[in-house]
């Protein structure tokens, strides 16, 4: 390889110059495109198309950036509009008013009170009312001395006093009645005024008091009967027959059932059991007769819930009971019983 020599000082710069660029082509071209393998077009094309976004931008005089806001969204902040905030006018009105309040050295708010306008008393008014005061006396306890001019009575205090009974009075009447005592089943016949609660029968001629066994239980003494006919009697509604008698003992369902008539009269008072031990409701009827023939309602619409029980009292002088029973629906198992029996 020849060596080239320098000899005038222009060879020399360059050939400093070349020393400091000691590189190979393909080595400047690999740098420049880089690892990304862009070439020359593909950096002009990209700075191209920045230029295009960039040309659409424009400023005013200042260089400030020109924006065209498509829509103007509010922080969040401000969360009313701004025309419904006092104005300048406004506040302008206010000041010209606090502007005429007055603050002592402590910033306490300073005020001329008008008496006519707020309805303090005036001086005249207070020294009216103590002219009137001055003229109350009171005692050593303070109590309030009055002059009464009139007495006049309270509205319940309508008769004198003179016209009701006295102590003197009282105390006599008091003395009529003796010393309270026990009542007791040996106590004797009162020789003065006595109270209390007697059991009394007159004898044609005197009150008497009744008498009693050891067991309290009124004594009585039939005096006379009169002639009985011959045969069976019943004298008046006491009776041994405590029987009872079945109307209803079956299994009721939709069709109402009539139950058997009872006979209760030599009976008083009657009790009706109304038992079902079925699995639907009943509903029962309980009617009386004087003859066992012509029927009226006594009680309608008794409800007996399955598997419960119902029980009445009827103390009206029937001569026949009989019941009725119908069912809600039909029964699989159970019946439904309506017994009549006495109580007295």
Known sequence: ?????CLDQECIQRKQILEQLDIKLSQLRDAIIGTGGKTLTDIYDMVSGIKTKTDKLSFDANNYLQVNVKSTVNPPNLDVQ?????????LQNIKSQTDKLSFDGSNN????????????????????IKSKTDKLSFDGNNYLLINVKATVNPPNLDTALST???????SNFSAKFPNATALSDSLSNPSTTIVGSALLGWDGSYW???ATDTSGRLKT?????PSLPSGSNIIGGVFADYGTGVSIDQ????????????????????VVYMKNTQDVDVTITIEGSYDGSNWFVIRD???????DYRIGELNGAFGYIRAKAVASGTPSSGKVQVIVGSLT
């Open 251 to 270: 299994q009721v369902g939709t069709t109402e059932v009539t139950g058997n008539a009872v006979d209760v009269r030599r009976r008083g008072r009657k």
């Open 221 to 225: 003494a039939i005096d006379s009967l």
């Open 164 to 170: 009701r009974a006295s102590e003197n009075t009282l």
């Open 208 to 210: 008497r008091r009744l």
């Open 301 to 307: 619409n008794i409800t007996v819930p399955a598997g």
């Open 1 to 5: 390889m020849s060596q080239w020599v």
């Open 109 to 128: 708010l300073l005020m001329a009170l008008n008496a006519d306008n707020v309805g303090i008393a005036k001086e005249t008014t207070l020294s009216g």
């Open 82 to 90: 701004l025309s419904t905030r006092a104005s300048e006018t406004t």
